[in-house]
């Protein structure tokens, strides 16, 4: 047997020996947990950034409206392209991500699921200011199929203030913004934020 052992001479302590020792039993696991729950809060509170689930929160430079302001982007493959090229006269997600952000991977691994039964008409596109090293490895470890971009030195993401992720940005066909979504909001698959463009 392995783990807490207890011997016979300690059940054979005097009682109140034994409550001593459950107290602080007690107390020490209500410290760890308490630790443990403060540790989680400021976790929490650090990935939000990266994980935050309030669609209306963050405050960035694009609206609703606004005609999406043309970058610079380069693919996984090291060509540059310009983000007009990529979405031009498609109405069009882009998916704003962190290669460490557990809700991106879980947004991008439901999007990439539904990715191939989209229309012509539609593009789907990931962007992130990771080195393409990790986006490369983030679209083999999820077996992404569509695009993604990375927008290093931050030419689109921090000019726009984007530091929510994922954020997922709806497109019109005139490249005008329909939507901006914050985080991966459970029952909403490519098909919900499609049919909003």
């Known amino acids: 047997m ?3 052992h207890i011997t016979g001479r300690c059940l054979s302590a005097p009682r109140s020996r034994g409550r001593r020792a459950s107290r602080t039993v007690f107390l020490l696991l209500l410290g760890v947990s308490l630790v443990a729950l403060l540790g989680f809060l400021a976790g929490s509170k650090v990935a939000g950034r990266a994980a935050r689930q309030d669609p209306h929160t963050p405050a960035i430079l694009l609206r609703k409206g606004q005609i999406l302001p043309d970058s610079a982007m380069v693919g996984l493959d ?3 392209a310009s983000l007009s090229s990529v979405v031009a006269g498609k109405k069009s997600l882009l998916v704003v991500l962190s290669t460490e952000c557990g809700a991106c991977e879980l947004l991008a691994s439901r999007f990439n699921k539904e990715y191939r039964r989209i229309g012509p008409e539609y593009r789907l596109i990931g962007i992130s200011s990771d080195p393409i090293p990790l986006l490369s490895q983030f679209r083999k470890n999820g077996n992404l199929t569509f695009p993604l971009f990375n927008d290093a030195p931050g030419r689109f993401i921090d000019r726009y203030g984007i530091n929510t992720f994922p954020a997922t940005i709806g497109l019109n066909r005139d ?5 901006i979504e ?3 909001l459970a029952g909403k698959d490519l098909s919900h934020y499609l049919k909003r463009l």
């Open 2 to 4: 392995t783990g807490l």
């Open 78 to 80: 090291g060509r540059e």
């Open 175 to 179: 490249g005008e913004i329909e939507f």
């Open 182 to 184: 914050f985080g991966f």
